[in-house]
């Protein structure tokens, strides 16, 4: 079946520092990959996606690639800020399904 | 429009109480989904709707766990006997069905504690 696994946190970093959290799957045909944030009391909502090979989601700072030859969709932000502190969700999106599969969330913390 | 709506916020009850969550989608949203988070297991997908019919409820727990869509506008999901460890978040989520529009907007969860 599809699954997607992520690094286990907490990440702790200081303001200004490059973040990675890393995300690979396991899918059987082509899905769509996602990542999305949990902020602090709140629903999940969309970060960026990707939905083919060689992609590249962007939004607010953060970029990920969808690598097909390493299953991975890595999310990177070259200077974090303490507002970037949330849990982040890694998921994916069968070509013919319409549920997403979330890995179990990285917990960020940004200090100043 | 006010974005998905759940209730309550926060739910306390004691062990074998009967537990009702509610959740209102956004208009016009034909997708409706039910999601658990847990420290231990994550964000786990426990059944989703299309226009209001029941699609995937393999999720679903066990036979304690029951959910309804009887409008466009409204889904229970309803938990009896509750347990103990039934305590989590639980997440109403909903989207449209366009194909390439796979967006899925959360609301802010209900707090379930079951003594």
């Known amino acids: 079946g599809n699954s997607v696994t992520q690094m286990e946190g907490p990440v702790t970093l200081s303001e200004e520092a490059f973040l990675t959290i890393n995300c690979t799957y396991t899918?059987?045909?082509?899905?769509?990959l996602f990542w999305y944030v949990q902020y602090p009391g709140e629903g999940l909502q969309l970060l960026l996606k990707?939905?083919?090979?060689?992609d590249k989601g962007s939004n607010k700072g953060f970029e990920a690639t969808y690598r097909k030859e390493t299953t991975s969709f890595h999310l990177e932000k070259g200077s974090v800020q303490v507002s970037d502190s949330a849990v982040y969700f890694c998921?994916?999106?069968?070509?013919?399904?319409?549920?997403?599969?979330f890995g179990k969330g990285t917990s960020l913390l940004v200090t100043p | 429009d006010a974005g998905v709506i759940q209730s309550p916020r926060h739910e306390v009850t004691e062990m074998g109480q009967e537990v009702t969550l509610r959740c209102k989608p956004i208009?016009?949203?034909?997708?409706l989904f039910w999601y658990r988070q847990t420290m231990m297991r994550g964000l786990e997908l426990l059944i989703y709707?299309?226009?209001?019919?029941?699609?995937?409820d393999s999720g679903m727990p066990e036979d304690r766990f029951s959910a309804k869509m009887p409008n466009a506008s409204f889904s229970t999901l309803k938990i009896q006997p509750s347990e103990p460890r039934d305590s989590a978040v639980y997440f109403c989520?909903?989207?449209?069905?366009?194909?390439?529009?796979?967006?899925?907007?959360f609301g802010s969860g209900t707090q379930l504690s079951v003594l």
């Open positions: 989520a909903s989207r449209t069905g366009t194909a390439d529009n796979e967006k899925l907007f």
């Open positions: 899918a059987t045909g082509y899905p769509s």
């Open positions: 990707a939905t083919k090979a060689d």
């Open positions: 998921a994916l999106s069968e070509d013919s399904g319409y549920a997403l599969n």
């Open positions: 208009s016009g949203h034909d997708y």
């Open positions: 709707f299309n226009n209001n019919v029941p699609i995937d």
